[in-house]
């Protein structure tokens, strides 16, 4: 008996042979019972299955009972975790948090040597101020909050005014320098050599900092 049937498909002159003993690809339940019940862990898209395998498991075996882990965590992860849509990018599944601890995949960083100021502030108790905290003060003459420091900070008081107060004993000593120093521009040379002071003994910590680790 011949197998094959035609087929007329959108052209009636063409027909198609179809092999009839090529059988469907059989479907599998969606469900899935086992003797142990198996344990997930959603968070990391974790099956644990604790069925003993045969001693000597075929790769059918082995295939089915993969399959088997499969199916069942799909199951769980459509039953438990919230399901909803988001537009273009379709729809979206929220895992819960993981309950299996995993190993590093690199080890523990060592720690970081303490700067200078880091050691001082420990011996004395001085308490790092949070981050962006401590930035800004209260000006009684402009009634309004300014920078501490930086572009119109409050470290630049009386530099831009246009007339200040003269300490006659300063100004004698200033003008006995000879270089033309005044009241008005020594304030500001004061703290460009204190920003620059600071800026040295930060690059002395970085160094001595390098020595040290490079010591250790």
Known sequence: MDSHIAMEIDDPNTTVLIDKSIKEPERLPVTVSKPIPYTF??????????????????????????????QALINQLLTTCPIRSHG??????????????????????????????EKFAKKKGIQD???????????EEKGDWVPKWGYKGKNK?????????????????????GDGSTVRGEG????????RRNERKQ???????RKNGSIG
Request: aromatic share 2%; net charge negative; proline share 8%.
């Open 41 to 70: 862990d959603l968070g990391n898209l974790l099956c644990n299955d604790a069925n003993p395998l045969p001693s000597k498991p075929t790769e059918d075996h082995l295939k089915t009972t993969a399959r088997d882990c499969a």
């Open 88 to 117: 273009s990018d379709g729809v979206l599944l929220t895992l819960p948090p993981c309950t299996t601890p995993l190993p590093r995949e690199k080890p523990v960083p060592a720690a970081k040597e303490a700067t200078t100021w």
């Open 129 to 139: 101020k949070k981050r962006g905290e401590g930035k800004m003060v209260y000006d």
């Open 157 to 177: 008081d009386g530099e831009g005014d246009w007339i200040v107060e003269v300490d006659e004993k300063k100004e004698e000593e200033l003008a006995g320098k």
């Open 188 to 195: 500001r040379r004061d703290r460009m050599e204190n920003v």
């Open 203 to 209: 690059r002395a910590n970085e160094r001595k900092g």
